[in-house]
Structure formats: C-alpha cells, structure tokens
C-alpha cells in the first residue's frame, strides 16, 4: 500500500543532542513537509520541500534543519539549537506544493521528548 | 499572518447526537480541508472543499465553504464512539500558498 511511514514511532533524547527523524513515502509526491504539533495547538510548519534538492523555511524553523536528496525521502534534524524540542513531529507529503486540488497526507508521526 | 479560529475548542457527545463546528478567519481562503487525529496518529483527510459555496458529504460528515470564503462548517449526524477525537480546518491560500491549520476541536464521549 502506497503512504508515509515515519520512524521511530516514540524517541527520547538527552538535551544537548542532535536528533534526525525519518520520513519516507511511496506515492510519488513531489512535494513533502514538517510539521510540529504541541499540545492545543494546530500544526505549524517547519520546513518544506517543493522538489529534490530545495527546501524552504516554515514558519518555525529556528533550530532544525532538513535535506531533500531523495524524492521519497525527506528527514528532520532537531538540533541541540531548538530551545523546545519536545513535540508530536508530523511529516506529509502532496502531488504539488499546497495548491488547488492537493491536500496534504500525512504520516503517523513521531513523539520526540527530551531531558 | 493569516489565522484561523476554530471552534468549539471541545466538546463532549453522546451517541445518536449531531455535531458542529466551524473556522472561521479574516482572510479569505480557496481551498478548505478537514482533517480528524485520533490519538498519537496522524490527520486523515475527511473532506476537501475547492469552491464558494460548495456543500459536500462523506458519509456522515457535511463540510461548506462559506460563500464569503472566510469560513468553512463540518457537521457529523448522529455521531458514534469512533467519531471522537480532534478535527482540525485548514485553510489555502495567501502568497505563499501555504496550509493554514486551526487549532482544532476536541470531540469526547460524554461520561
């Protein structure tokens, strides 16, 4: 079956480290994204990628980074620079970026805490 | 930035009882989309609404796009166990072109 799998499901980190979050899909999405997801709150991007190679900030990208050097595979670094790492991560993907016609699909996210 | 206000924030059902929420935002949006999570999964994609006005089903879900394009309803009939959970809006649009979620509306079983 086509979807998203992201990996690990749960992560526990100590402050300080670098954490990188697997997301990989198999529905030949160009686009993919990052989302965070915090308690009461609604999503809120983290970064974003329209195509192989190129990848745009989110609205709260500050302390993470991405790479997109597969179509079908798009991980998040949290970095020891993220002042509040400790968060649902959301990753989806769509045919094209966001627009008409494209809704976004996701995975099923990974549960990061760190002490 | 574009914001999208959505509520109730929860609220609590008891099977057989019909269900509304709505988002509603000052900017005006072209693609409407509503998402359910159940706990630690990811949303799912329940209705997707692409024009001023349209009306669309998906089972027991009804969704509208507002005819203003400012705000969107879903409405769940005759709800059941496995309809709670959070159901967020989302809204397309702006310069950017990207999705803007509201911050979701909590649905438990009353006790």
């Known amino acids: 079956d086509g979807g998203i799998t992201q990996s690990p499901k749960y992560l526990f980190r100590k402050e300080g480290q670098n954490v990188t979050l697997s997301c990989e899909q198999n529905l030949n999405h160009d686009a993919m994204y990052w989302y965070r997801q915090d308690p009461g709150q609604g999503l809120r991007l983290i970064y974003y990628?329209?195509?192989?190679?190129?990848?745009q900030k989110g609205d709260i990208a500050e302390g993470y980074s991405v790479s997109r050097e597969k179509k079908e595979s798009f991980p998040l670094t949290v970095t020891s620079a993220q002042k509040n790492p400790t968060a649902f991560y959301l990753c989806a993907s769509s045919p094209r970026k966001s627009s008409y016609n494209s809704p976004l699909h996701f995975g099923n996210g990974t549960r990061l805490t760190v002490t | 930035g574009q914001q999208l206000n959505q509520s109730p924030q929860s609220m609590f059902i008891q099977e057989g009882e019909d269900v509304s929420m709505n988002c509603t935002s000052s900017s005006i949006f072209n693609t409407w989309l509503w998402y359910k999570q159940d706990p630690g999964e990811g949303p799912v994609l329940l209705i997707a609404l692409y024009k001023a006005g349209e009306l669309t089903s998906n089972g027991r879900l009804t969704a509208q796009f507002g005819i203003t394009r400012k705000d969107s309803f879903l409405n769940i009939s005759a709800s059941i166990p496995s309809d709670v959970g959070i159901y967020f809006c989302a809204g397309l649009g702006g310069s950017q072109g990207n999705l803007i979620f509201g911050k979701g509306t909590k649905l438990s079983v009353k006790p």
């Open positions: 990628s329209q195509i192989v190679n190129d990848f």
